[in-house]
């Protein structure tokens, strides 16, 4: 079976510190990636998403980035964070191709970041 | 472009009452996906349905069934017998055109808080 796995869990970090967030999926092969932010009480707001190994879509302009050096690894970065940073940070995969396409996304347990 | 509305922001019922979540679409695809998904207090999204534009039929899984009406863009989704562990914010989302496109992504509604009192 599939699993998808984030860390760290929870995060505090000052303003204009560097960040690094990583998230790793088992069990499937050349899966989509995606990144999600959820701020406090909000929706889902997607911030990039990747169909292959270096091959990053950014859907939201903003000072993060997200890197996948390897087919099940996704990365979330930024160089200085800002307050406006803070939130709830979900990784998803989903099926790319194969017969059991259905698009459905799943996610793991998301890091909560805190921007002080 | 296409949207997804959840205009419940938050649902409060007591245990064992029904609780109805609704989500209305707009696309101009002919064929899409829609899905319901459940964010419990932990975060984690967990994915419970999906139904395809070809396929109406209302579909029951437990205490959770779902109401899929094309003519009025609508997927509704219904928890009967309310338990306290059915607290969490739902989320509705689609997939439109259902054939595959450049990263597969899905529109998400802004979800129902649902609360469910002893």
């Known amino acids: 079976s599939q699993t998808i796995h984030q860390w760290p869990a929870t995060l505090v970090q000052p303003v204009g510190s560097p960040l690094s967030l990583e998230c790793t999926v088992e069990?499937?092969?050349?899966?989509?990636l995606y990144w999600y932010r959820q701020a406090a009480g909000r929706g889902l707001q997607l911030l990039f998403y990747?169909?292959?190994?270096?091959?990053i879509s950014s859907e939201v302009p903003q000072n993060l980035s997200a890197s996948r050096p390897q087919d099940r690894q996704f990365i979330l970065s930024s160089k200085k964070l800002l307050l406006s940073d803070s939130g709830f940070y979900l990784c998803?995969?989903?099926?790319?191709?194969?017969?059991?396409?259905?698009?459905?996304?799943?996610f793991g347990p998301g890091t909560r970041l805190t921007v002080t | 472009a296409q949207k997804v509305t959840q205009a419940q922001t938050e649902i409060s019922v007591v245990e064992k009452e029904d609780v109805t979540l609704d989500c209305v679409y707009e696309t101009r695809d002919t064929t899409y996906y829609l899905f319901w998904y459940k964010q419990p207090p932990s975060g984690e999204l967990v994915f419970l349905i999906r139904r395809n534009s070809f396929d109406e039929q209302n579909e029951i899984s437990g205490r959770y069934s779902w109401n899929f009406q094309k003519s009025t863009s609508s997927f509704n989704f219904t928890i009967t017998a309310s338990q306290v562990v059915d607290s969490a914010v739902y989320f509705c989302a689609l997939k439109a055109p259902m054939i595959k496109a450049a990263g597969n992504k899905l529109t998400f509604g802004g979800g129902t808080r649902v609360l469910v009192k002893p």
């Open positions: 998803a995969w989903s099926v790319r191709s194969g017969q059991a396409y259905s698009y459905e996304q799943y």
């Open positions: 069990g499937t092969s050349n899966p989509n």
């Open positions: 990747s169909v292959g190994i270096g091959q």
